[in-house]
Structures are given as C-alpha cells and as structure tokens.
C-alpha cells in the first residue's frame, strides 16, 4: 500500500479497512482531478490570451506592413513563450503530476507540492508575458520569472520521480518512461538555458529580447529537444491502445531520441546542416518505431470522441515530418527567413498543437472524473480548422517572406483567424467538458 495509507494506519492504531482505503483513494482521485482541471484551464487561458491572441495581433501587423520584422522581437518571443511554456508546458505538468505516477506504480506525493508548482509555473510564465510586451522593470522581472518557472519544474520533478515505485518487483522501467524522462531532462535544460539568458540580458542586454542567433537554437531546443521527446513518449504509452497500432519498436524509438538529442546538440553548437539531417532521420525513425502508417492489428477506439481522431494524429506527424523537410530547405537555401518561419509553425501548430487537440480531447475528460467529452463535433471542426490554418499559415509564410507570391501576404491573416477560432472551439469544447457531471465510476 502507498506510503500515505501506512501512515494512516499508524497513526489510527489499527488497519484500515477496504472501504475506508477505496474511500481514502477515491478522495485523492477527486483532488487531484481538480489539480489536473486547474492546470489545464490555466493552460486554456494561456493559449487563447497571451498565446493565440498576441501571435494573432503580430501576424495582422506583419501582414499590413508585408515585412517579416516590422514586429518587435520581444512581442514574437512573448507569444512563443505563451504558447509553448504557458499552454503546452502547463498541460505537460498537469497531466504529469496526474498521470506518471498512476504509470509507474509511484508512492503517493503531497497535494501541496503540486499547487505550489503551479503557483509558481503560472507566475512566472505570466510574469515572462508581461516582461516581454510592456518592458516594465524588465530587469528585475524576467530573471525573476525564469527562476519561479524552473522552481515550479524542480518541485514537479521531485514529486513524480522522487519515490520509489510502489511495485518494486518490476526491475526496468518502459521505453516510454525513459521517452518521457528525455523530454523531461531537455524541459530542464530549456529551463537553465533561459534562466542564463535572462540573467545576462538583465545585466548586459539593451532590451528583454533574446538576440536572432541564440533565439533560433534556443528554439531547437525548446521544440526538438523538450516538447517533441515527450510527445513521443505518450505517443508510445497511448496510440497503440486508441489507434490498435502494433507494439512499438522500442530500440528503434530509444534510437530515434538519441538521434534527435545529436541533431539538437549540432543546433546548439552551430552545425545547422547536420542538425537538420539529424532532426529529419529521428522524426522518420520515430514514426518507424510508433508503427503509425502500417496496417493496425485491431480497429481504432473511438468511442467519446469523433471517428476522424486516428486520420488527425496521423496527419500531425506528417506535420512534423514536413517541419523537418523544410529545415532542411532553410538549410541550404539563401535568405530563408520565410522556410525557417514555416518549418517552425509545421512543427509547433501541425505537429504539436495537434497532437495536444486530439489526445488532449480523448484523455483529459477520463482524467478530469470520468466525464464525458462535450462535443464531438467543436473536436472535429477545432482540428479541421487548425489543420486548415496551419496549411495556409505554411504556404503564404515561405510566398511571401521569400518573395515568391506577393498575393500570398493577404493568406497571413486568414491562417491566423481560422487558427485563432481553431484553439478558441478547443478551448471551449474542454471547458464545457469540465463543468458537466461526472459520469458514475
């Protein structure tokens, strides 16, 4: 039994008995259900405000002005911030402190320990918002904002790692868990690294802004080497239940994250060229690994959730594999600004954004009490439409930024509304979802 009921039982003198344990357990399920709820609203709020809204804002201005720096740089790097600390890494840490140790048969953690990391993750997050649109007192808030967001994931860390498992006959751990624990490490280095950076901006830096150079190779490491490992981790602990995939290859995605923890590294040193190559031949193998494209071994589980669910997953890793093929034009091709700027966006809205629309809608209304997804449809018409910006976002940004297509400037701000009202339904169907009953256990 967890640590939490033998200490129960000590101090009651006696042992418990089942139903006071189905009791006790029950209770914890329903706290931390509202613990993942928290996390996921909070994550909703940073997605569509700060996150769409403001990226939403940039695109209209660049488009208006048909030049790609026309936007301050401190506004675009707010955004992204948003996006992928705000709405994806708030989620990641909800769905962590819910899920990893259920996964992994971990002792029970504190409650406490988990509230007290969001307190910090959001403030810190919104603290980086703030810092980078407004420039108030920029030099004291934003290294302040990137010690509480690597504060928040150390007391995260501590928590879902920090305990032995409660089934110690179990000697190895999963391919995915070692998957996950990659993401995990690459969230913490992303962490350090900003934390370096904000440090030496406050210090020596002219604006909150990080300089062109450092922001693309921190932003490898913010997507390839923190957000893509971990979507490869639950890809494999998850699609083949939903999708009735054939199991993973697990050596070949052990290969696939060392393969991609190279073509990070080369990122991070300057060697773009075989960065790209490295980060294509990973995606590819990952895909290898996850037998996603090969014939499934029993039909796809759709019940509570639209039947288009396996078409979209799929189609988010030919996102990402088109992210990469586009790095490897930007590589090699003479100003490429545009194709760097596509490639980013496949990756982070096709790839990302869509993987978070469809396991988010399958898994979050389980977790949040066994509720019910509210609406099959606003599911279907938030990844239609995100799929539809995302390919007009792609294809206007590499004809217009390179030139190619000077009508295309006017594609800008159509992808970024149908994006906007894409996350907009998402936000809505998850939030709808959590204020109805709980369906009976």
């Known amino acids: 039994m967890s640590e939490l009921l033998t200490r129960i039982e000590t101090q009651q003198g006696r042992r418990l008995t089942?139903?006071?344990?189905?009791?006790?357990?029950?209770?914890?399920?329903?706290?931390?259900?509202?613990?993942?709820?928290?996390?996921?609203?909070?994550?909703l709020v940073f997605m569509v405000f700060p996150g769409t809204f403001l990226g939403v804002w940039n695109l209209l201005a660049i488009s208006s002005r048909r030049a790609p720096g026309?936007?301050?740089?401190?506004?675009?790097?707010?955004?992204?911030?948003?996006?992928?600390?705000?709405?994806?890494?708030?989620?990641?840490?909800?769905?962590?402190?819910?899920s990893?140790?259920?996964?992994?048969?971990?002792?029970?953690?504190?409650?406490?320990?988990?509230?007290?990391?969001?307190?910090?993750?959001?403030?810190?997050?919104?603290?980086?918002?703030?810092?980078?649109?407004?420039?108030?007192?920029?030099?004291?808030?934003?290294?302040?904002?990137a010690v509480l967001e690597l504060t928040a994931f150390l007391i995260f860390f501590r928590s879902v790692s920090g305990h032995r498992p409660a089934d110690s006959r179990k000697k190895t751990l999963d391919a995915w868990v070692f998957v996950v624990i990659a993401g995990?490490?690459?969230?913490?280095?992303?962490?350090?690294?900003?934390?370096?950076?904000?440090?030496f901006l406050a210090f020596r830096g002219?604006?909150?802004?990080?300089?062109?150079?450092?922001?693309?190779?921190?932003?490898?490491?913010?997507?390839?080497?923190?957000?893509?490992?971990?979507?490869?981790g639950f890809?494999?602990?998850?699609?083949?239940?939903?999708?009735?995939?054939?199991?993973?290859?697990?050596?070949?995605?052990?290969?696939?994250?060392?393969?991609?923890?190279?073509g990070v590294i080369a990122a991070l040193a300057g060697w773009i060229t075989a960065a790209?190559?490295?980060?294509?031949?990973?995606?590819?193998?990952a895909i290898y690994a996850l037998r996603l494209f090969e014939q499934p071994e029993r039909p796809a589980k759709v019940k509570g959730v639209h039947t288009s669910f396996p078409v979209f997953i799929?189609?988010?890793?030919?996102?990402?594999?088109?992210?990469?093929?586009?790095?490897?034009?930007?590589?090699?091709?003479?100003?490429?600004?545009?194709?760097?700027?596509?490639?980013?966006?496949?990756?982070?809205?096709?790839?990302?954004?869509?993987?978070?629309?469809?396991?988010?809608?399958?898994?979050?209304?389980?977790?949040?009490?066994?509720?019910?997804?509210?609406?099959?449809?606003?599911?279907?018409?938030?990844?239609?439409?995100?799929t539809a910006g995302c390919f007009l976002r792609v294809g206007s940004e590499i004809l217009a930024y390179q030139a190619f297509l000077r009508s295309a400037w006017t594609w800008l701000p159509v992808s970024a509304i149908t994006e906007m009202t894409a996350v907009t339904i998402f936000a809505v169907n998850l939030i709808a979802t959590f204020s109805r009953r709980r369906q009976a256990a």
């Open 314 to 386: 799929r189609s988010a890793y030919a996102w990402a594999v088109i992210a990469a093929a586009l790095g490897v034009w930007a590589a090699v091709a003479p100003d490429s600004q545009g194709i760097w700027g596509a490639s980013r966006h496949a990756l982070t809205v096709g790839f990302l954004a869509m993987m978070v629309f469809g396991i988010g809608q399958r898994l979050l209304p389980a977790f949040a009490g066994m509720r019910l997804l509210f609406s099959t449809k606003l599911m279907f018409a938030a990844m239609f439409l995100l």
């Open 70 to 98: 026309s936007v301050s740089a401190a506004w675009v790097q707010a955004h992204g911030h948003a996006q992928i600390f705000g709405w994806i890494g708030t989620f990641i840490l909800g769905i962590g402190f819910y």
């Open 100 to 145: 990893i140790p259920k996964l992994r048969r971990l002792n029970w953690f504190a409650l406490s320990a988990a509230w007290t990391s969001w307190v910090f993750w959001t403030a810190g997050v919104a603290m980086r918002w703030l810092t980078g649109v407004y420039e108030w007192q920029w030099r004291i808030w934003l290294p302040v904002s």
């Open 276 to 285: 790209v190559w490295l980060l294509a031949g990973a995606i590819m193998a």
């Open 18 to 43: 089942p139903m006071e344990t189905f009791d006790i357990t029950a209770a914890r399920e329903t706290r931390l259900s509202r613990l993942l709820m928290v996390f996921i609203t909070t994550g």
């Open 206 to 232: 002219a604006s909150p802004e990080f300089p062109a150079a450092f922001d693309q190779r921190f932003l490898v490491l913010e997507t390839w080497g923190f957000l893509v490992p971990f979507v490869w």
């Open 235 to 262: 890809s494999a602990k998850w699609l083949p239940v939903f999708l009735g995939l054939r199991p993973v290859r697990d050596r070949v995605l052990l290969g696939a994250v060392a393969v991609n923890t190279a």
């Open 184 to 199: 995990s490490v690459g969230l913490m280095l992303t962490l350090v690294v900003n934390l370096g950076a904000a440090f």
